[in-house]
């Protein structure tokens, strides 16, 4: 038996194999990923934004070109109950697995619910039955995002939710809303909040920060600070917690580059270029879009769509005031339309995706190979659950409710001006 069959056998988790039981798709825990880009070193894998059909068509071509482990993402807001794409947090998982097993895909993926938001009390008691319904769904990865709340708000919510996340799956945490160079995340505060965790018995895998990106298309030209990030995964060093890197559309292939190669993130998230290059739009070599004298988006003839379909979704956008990242809004009205389009369309659609999440991952992220390191460490751990890596260190009784409320307010940072910062 090759190690393939024998990952393929032991490493996906129960709710997988409920779904799939004659599945050759290697879908397994988000922590899986993680561990084969810190074993490989100074790696980071994409955590693509799967909006559309055609792109998580792309990005799984590529990721078997590459060799490497890949996560495949839908956020709350965008795959939700009020979704805005048409894949959503309890359909992603079927598509990816069809995919797979079509084109004969072997390296492991994991299915990550970006984004989980939790504002508000409601928000929490509405999640301890949806967190469990996309679960059941395939979902291997979350990512919890009380970072709208106050430093005490969110690390509460975050050990509220908790029981309602499977033991073994991958988990996401994250400080400081993403608000561009604007509230940037500091070490006390990350600190904070894993501390916290880590003394309920929580180990998140990543922790996402404000560290100086947007979402959507970079327009400030600021980007990653690296240095800042850096300090912070330092400072968090001994919880072995890995950086997930959000906004990375628009940052320059050198900055990705220093993300990986200086910092601990293993995760970078890729959406709104992976959109753009399907459409057929302008871009640059690090994936931001090129614009008009007007602000618009620039399609390239014979590219992506065909260029009526282009022009009756410009035309709704037009009509409905959409502009820039807000782009993002056709997915939903016009998935249907894309794919129904001719095989040579989606086919040429399809490929600009892969070859630019394959560059991503060979020439940039350090991925190369990480698939079968992954493949290589299930076999090893012969289970679906590798475990955390690390260790409960903080006295609990030292993170009461009270206990934390009362750290949270010796907290400084600035967090910036409010406002609706959700992708």
Same mark, same amino acid.
């Not at 509220?160 to 160079?181: D, R």
């Not at 300090?231 to 906004?247: F, M, N």
């Not at 502009?323 to 056709?330: A, P, Q, R, V, Y």
């Not at 040429?348 to 991952?361: Q, S």
């Given at each position: 038996?090759?190690?393939?069959?024998?990952?393929?056998?032991?490493?996906?988790?129960?709710?997988?194999?409920?779904?799939?039981?004659?599945?050759?798709?290697?879908?397994?825990?988000?922590?899986?990923?993680?561990?084969?880009?810190?074993?490989?070193?100074?790696?980071?894998?994409?955590?693509?934004?799967?909006?559309?059909? @055609?792109?998580?068509?792309?990005?799984?071509?590529?990721?078997?070109?590459?060799?490497?482990?890949?996560?495949?993402?839908?956020?709350?807001?965008?795959?939700?109950?009020?979704?805005?794409?048409?894949?959503?947090?309890?359909?992603?998982?079927?598509?990816?697995?069809?995919?797979?097993?079509?084109?004969?895909?072997?390296? %492991?993926?994991?299915?990550?619910?970006?984004?989980?938001?939790? /504002?508000?009390?409601?928000?929490?008691?509405?999640?301890?039955?949806?967190?469990?319904?996309?679960?059941?769904?395939?979902?291997?990865?979350? $990512?919890?995002?009380?970072?709208?709340? %106050?430093?005490?708000?969110?690390?509460?919510?975050?050990?509220?939710?908790?029981?309602?996340?499977?033991?073994?799956?991958?988990?996401?945490?994250?400080?400081?809303? @993403?608000?561009?160079?604007?509230?940037?995340?500091? %070490?006390?505060?990350?600190?904070?909040?894993?501390?916290?965790?880590?003394?309920?018995?929580?180990?998140?895998?990543?922790?996402?920060?404000?560290?100086?990106?947007?979402?959507?298309?970079?327009?400030?030209?600021?980007?990653?600070?690296?240095?800042?990030?850096?300090?912070?995964?330092? $400072?968090?060093?001994?919880?072995?917690?890995?950086?997930?890197?959000?906004?990375?559309?628009?940052?320059?292939?050198?900055?990705?580059?220093?993300?990986?190669?200086?910092?601990?993130?293993?995760?970078?998230?890729?959406?709104?270029?992976?959109?753009?290059?399907?459409?057929?739009?302008?871009?640059?070599?690090?994936?931001?879009?090129?614009?008009?004298?007007?602000?618009?988006?620039?399609?390239?003839?014979?590219?992506?769509?065909?260029?009526?379909?282009?022009?009756?979704?410009?035309?709704?956008?037009?009509?409905?005031?959409?502009?820039?990242?807000?782009? /993002?809004?056709?997915?939903?009205?016009?998935?249907?339309?894309?794919?129904?389009?001719?095989?040579?369309?989606?086919?040429?659609?399809?490929?600009?995706?892969?070859?630019?999440?394959?560059?991503?991952?060979?020439?940039?992220?350090?991925?190369?190979?990480?698939?079968?390191?992954?493949?290589?460490?299930?076999?090893?751990?012969?289970?679906?659950?590798?475990?955390?890596?690390?260790?409960?260190?903080?006295?609990?009784?030292?993170?009461?409710?009270?206990?934390?409320?009362?750290?949270?307010?010796?907290?400084?940072?600035?967090?910036? %001006?409010?406002?609706?910062?959700?992708?």
């Amino acid at each position: 038996m090759s190690d393939f069959d024998r990952a393929l056998k032991i490493g996906r988790p129960p709710t997988i194999e409920k779904l799939f039981p004659n599945s050759k798709a290697l879908l397994v825990s988000g922590r899986y990923i993680d561990r084969a880009m810190r074993k490989k070193g100074g790696a980071m894998t994409i955590a693509a934004n799967g909006r559309s059909h @055609i792109v998580i068509r792309g990005v799984l071509a590529a990721a078997q070109r590459a060799d490497a482990a890949v996560i495949i993402e839908i956020a709350k807001s965008e795959g939700g109950a009020n979704a805005y794409c048409p894949t959503s947090l309890w359909n992603m998982a079927r598509q990816v697995d069809q995919v797979m097993n079509e084109l004969g895909v072997t390296v %492991p993926v994991a299915i990550h619910c970006d984004h989980y938001a939790l /504002k508000t009390e409601a928000d929490l008691e509405a999640a301890k039955t949806e967190i469990p319904s996309i679960f059941d769904a395939g979902i291997t990865s979350i $990512a919890i995002d009380a970072s709208h709340q %106050p430093d005490d708000e969110n690390l509460l919510a975050n050990i509220a939710i908790n029981p309602s996340i499977p033991e073994w799956a991958g988990l996401e945490t994250e400080v400081g809303e @993403i608000k561009g160079t604007l509230g940037l995340s500091s %070490p006390e505060e990350a600190l904070f909040l894993i501390q916290g965790l880590n003394a309920h018995g929580i180990h998140a895998d990543w922790i996402a920060l404000n560290n100086g990106t947007t979402h959507g298309i970079e327009a400030s030209g600021s980007g990653i600070d690296v240095e800042l990030t850096a300090e912070i995964h330092d $400072a968090l060093a001994p919880y072995k917690v890995s950086g997930a890197q959000h906004g990375t559309s628009g940052n320059d292939s050198d900055r990705l580059r220093a993300i990986a190669e200086k910092t601990a993130t293993t995760k970078a998230n890729v959406a709104t270029a992976l959109q753009l290059l399907s459409w057929g739009m302008e871009v640059n070599e690090f994936g931001n879009a090129a614009m008009d004298e007007n602000g618009d988006l620039i399609k390239i003839e014979g590219e992506g769509l065909t260029e009526a379909l282009w022009a009756e979704m410009k035309a709704y956008a037009d009509e409905r005031g959409i502009k820039g990242s807000n782009f /993002k809004k056709l997915n939903l009205p016009f998935e249907n339309k894309i794919l129904g389009q001719s095989r040579d369309v989606r086919e040429r659609m399809e490929k600009r995706v892969e070859e630019f999440a394959y560059t991503l991952l060979t020439g940039v992220f350090n991925a190369t190979g990480t698939g079968s390191l992954c493949v290589e460490d299930i076999v090893e751990c012969g289970s679906f659950n590798p475990g955390p890596k690390a260790e409960v260190i903080e006295d609990k009784s030292e993170w009461t409710v009270e206990k934390i409320r009362e750290k949270a307010a010796t907290i400084t940072t600035d967090k910036g %001006p409010d406002g609706d910062y959700d992708e």
